[in-house]
Each structure stands twice: as C-alpha cells, then as structure tokens.
C-alpha cells in the first residue's frame, strides 16, 4: 500500500496479520503496566524507595508515553505506521532489557522513561493500523478483536511476572517483552501494509511543551505524599506545570501542525469520550497501582498470587471484549458507556470492604469479576467512539490523543492517590499512636516511616508488645488507606457514567464527524 493509498483497507487476507502483529506490539506497552505494578512492593523493598520515589518506577514510563504518543500518532501519519510501529518496537525492546539490567533506581526509572518513549510509538500505530486496514462496517469487531486479545496475553503478564517475582527477582519480568517483540516485528515486516495520512510536520515544540508541563504537575503531586501541599516544593511545580500546559494549549491553537488538532475537540463525541477516558482510566490506574500493595503486604499473597488475582478482570475482558466491540457497531456507544463505568465504580467499591484475611474467592474475587464486567462493556465502544469521531487520514493523530489521556490519567492518579492514601495513612498512624504512650524519639522514629506506606516497618530496637501493637497501627491504616483510594476511584468511575450520559450520542453514527481540516 502506497502512500497515496493510505484510506484503502488492505486486502482481506493480510487483516489476520494485522490484528496479529498490532496485538502483541500493543500488548508490550500494556503488559509493562500491569507487570510493574506486580513487581513494585519488590522493587520498593529491595531499593528502598519511598511511595514518591516508587511512584516514579510508573509515572517515568506514563510520562513520556503520555506527552509523546501525540507525537508518535502524527509521525505515523506523516512517515508510515507500520515503520513508526516497527522502530517503536525496537526502542521498547531495548528499554526493556535495560530496565532488567538496571543497576539502582535511577538506572531504573531512566530506562522506563526511555520505554515510554518506545511504547508512544507502539501504541497509537496498532489502533491506527487497524483503523487504515479494516473498512468502517468491520472495524468496530477488528478493534474488539484487538482490545479482547491484548486483554489475554495481558493477563498473563502479572501471573508470569509474579511467578517470576517470587522464583528469580522483579527484574526477570522486563524479559517478557522480548519473544513479543520478536514476533511483532517478524509480522509486521512481512505483512502489514504501510498506510500514511497527512504529510504534516512534526509538532517538536508541542511534544516538549507537554512533557514540561505534565512533568511539573507529576512531580508536584509527587513530592505532595511526603510533606504538606502549602509547602512550594509541592505547588510551586504544579503551578509551573500548569502554566507551560496553558502555552502548550496557546501553540497549540496556533501552530500550522499541532499533534494535537483542537478543531476535533469540536465533535461533542470526540470530547465526551476523551473526557470519559481521563475519568475511568485514572480511576482504573488509581485503584490498580495499590491492589498489589494490599495483597502482598496486608493480606500476605504471594507476587504469583496476586498476579493471578488479576486474572478473572484480564479474561472476563478478553473473552468478552469482542462481542462488545460487535454490539457498539450496531447499538451506539452510548448505553454500554453509561453502563459500563457504573459497573466499574460498583468493583472499586467492592475492594474497599474486606479487612485482613478471609478467602480470595469470597474478598477479592467478586470484585476483579465486577470490574472485568464492567470495563468489557467500556472500553471497546469509548475506543470505537474515538476513532469513528475522526476523518480516517487523522487516525493516528486522534489514537495519540485518546491514548495519551489515558496514560495522563494514569499518571496524575498514581500521583494524587499516592499522595491521598499517605495522608490518610499519616492521620491514622498519628491516631493509633496516642494511646500507646511512646517516648517522643520512638513516636519520632515510627512517624519517619509514613512515607513508605504499606511498605512502613517497626523501627530497630522496639520489640516484644510495642512491636506488635505497631505492626498491627501499620496495617489498620493503610488498610484505612487502601479503603479511601479505592472510594475516590469508584466515584471517578461513577463520574466517567454521567459524562457518557452528557456528550455521547445515542447512536452509533450520530454527530461525531469534525470538521474536515482541523487547525
């Protein structure tokens, strides 16, 4: 497929491929995700990192993945998906074996922020590439297909990488990628056609305005788990952040090409689910990023196990994921988007209830089934609404665009409930310290771990009753902590419901073209 070509769906028998390949090299970006979170409390502990520095090991990856995927969709657009797919592959690659390899922490979060890089250009291509390659009556299912089959070789990331936790260390669960990658590559050489849309330049100056600001609201919210929000460590750069984000929506509306078109936010669909998206995804980051905390350090999981406790959401969603794909090509996607994220805050409220201990099956799992329920019956019809809301020659551009808000939401949640839980947790542990009655150094010393959260340990040289009266003030309140995180992730969820009810339209085709040459 020629340039010129770039609007022609590929020939029937090379779309099996397509799915093949953008399937895998998605599933390198999203399996780094849910595997990391896996690996974190081993990675905290070995490193002894704070909650704000671990917070880094995610946010140095959903950073530049979120500011850059705008750019990585435009040069897909400009320089050819596939060959933009294929280099993304590549550099996550080689990230990859480099975050294995890391040394120290900043070896390591240096290597993931090189990632993110990487997988800015893996993931807009894959929806793009589908988008180019399947006519519009059968992309809606291609798009399930793909969103079902990234689910289940997803959910074998965190079981694999918590088997790999436990037996060799975290640092095995970056290898992963590599027979992925592999393959990926291999397909993608021999099989997918090239497809283009505009011949535009690249928007550098978005792109680095961008990363600057976000960074700064990263980096504010951050440094907010560790001391007061009055202090200007923690507004000082959140302001800065939101003041280069201001320019960076000035240049924006500006530049003669922007990565970030705002002509599409015109289409009430386009903002509307990009809206939604910023919603249900920080709420699903939020609650993700301390469910493993909680497994392994308060309920005493294994990393095998608590990996393997993800697996009822992955395969519910790979299962399913299809069929709901197929139903938004005939119903609308506003129904199962109202649905859908109201099911999804009902899972989230189900994992604040169980205390310490009990089953699985009667604690844990009915909340992982609910929330596979519900983000089945999301997230193929909010993906299809986004790319049906745009002209097919800027499908990459409105890929990057409903992508990088997810990964934004990501991390801006990782970062403001890291700070919410810390500061739950630090008025906990302030409460249940009053009646044991500890000399002011030891009360000192106890009070210096709240920054590790659920990784906070008794100081050396209490021992005996006060050991376990503390260890017990350590788990009750960041079980009180966990519990409020996953409260405020229910009602971003429920929130994500009413935005559905406000801006999608109720049928499948109705209103959502923008204008033709967004500027």
């Known amino acids: 497929m020629t340039a010129a070509q770039g609007s022609v769906p590929c020939a029937e028998s090379s779309r099996p491929w397509v799915l093949a390949a953008t399937i895998l090299g998605s599933s390198m970006a999203f ?39 705008l750019v990585g969709g435009a040069a897909g657009d400009r320089f050819g998906r596939r060959r933009i797919f294929m280099i993304g592959a590549v550099l996550f690659t080689a990230a990859s074996m480099a975050c294995g390899l890391a040394p120290d922490a900043a070896s390591l979060i240096a290597a993931r922020a090189v990632q993110g890089i990487g997988g800015a ?69 021999r099989h997918v056609p090239e497809s283009r849309g505009d011949d535009a330049a690249i928007d550098w100056q978005g792109g680095a305005l961008a990363s600057l600001g976000l960074f700064g609201l990263a980096y504010g919210a951050s440094v907010a788990g560790t001391t007061r929000w009055s202090e200007a460590i923690v507004y000082g750069p959140m302001l800065c952040g939101f003041a280069v984000l201001a320019v960076f929506l000035w240049w924006e509306a500006r530049a003669t090409a922007p990565m970030m078109p705002l002509a599409l936010f015109r289409a009430p669909a386009f903002s509307g689910a990009n809206a939604m998206t910023l919603l249900l995804y920080g709420a699903l980051s939020g609650a993700l990023f301390f469910l493993p905390y909680d497994l392994i350090r308060l309920q005493g999981y294994s990393a095998a196990g608590a990996g393997a406790s993800f697996l009822p959401f992955s395969l519910i969603m790979g299962g399913l994921s299809r069929w709901a794909g197929a139903f938004v090509d005939r119903t609308g996607a506003r129904l199962p988007l109202m649905i859908g994220p109201v099911i999804v805050a009902a899972g989230m409220a189900l994992l604040a209830v169980p205390g310490i ?31 049906g809301a745009v002209d097919e020659r800027h499908a990459g551009t409105a890929s990057g665009i409903n992508n990088a808000v997810a990964r934004i939401a990501g991390m801006l949640a990782v970062a403001l409930f890291a700070a919410l839980a810390v500061g739950v947790f630090a008025q906990a542990v302030d409460a249940a310290l009053l009646p044991l009655h500890l000399a002011p150094d030891l009360r000192s010393a106890v009070e210096a771990q709240i920054p590790q959260l659920a990784e906070a340990a008794v100081p050396p040289g209490i021992e005996g009753a006060p050991r376990q009266a503390i260890e017990n003030v350590f788990e009750l309140s960041f079980l009180r902590s ?31 073209r923008p204008p033709r040459r967004p500027n």
């Open 31 to 69: 399996i780094d995700a849910t595997v990391t979170n896996v690996a974190l409390p081993a990675i905290q502990s070995e490193l002894a990192m704070s909650v704000a520095a671990a917070q880094w090991v995610i946010n140095a990856y959903l950073l530049p993945l979120g500011a850059l995927i």
């Open 121 to 189: 250009m893996l993931v807009p291509e894959s929806l793009a590439i589908i988008s180019a390659a399947f006519p519009e009556a059968e992309r809606g299912r291609a798009i399930g297909t793909w969103a079902g089959f990234s689910a289940l070789t997803t959910a074998l990331g965190p079981v694999l990488g918590g088997a790999l936790v436990d037996t060799l260390s975290w640092r095995a669960v970056f290898f992963i990628n590599l027979p992925l990658a592999v393959i990926a590559i291999a397909i993608a050489r």
């Open 357 to 387: 201990g009990g089953f699985y099956w009667t604690t844990f799992f009915p909340p992982m089934v609910v929330l596979g329920i519900g983000m089945t019956i999301s997230v193929a019809p909010l993906t299809t609404a986004v790319m």
């Open 482 to 512: 966990f519990r409020v995180a996953m409260l405020a992730a229910a009602g971003l969820a429920a929130a994500s419901a009413v935005c559905a009810a406000l801006t999608i339209p109720k049928t499948a085709h109705e209103g959502i």
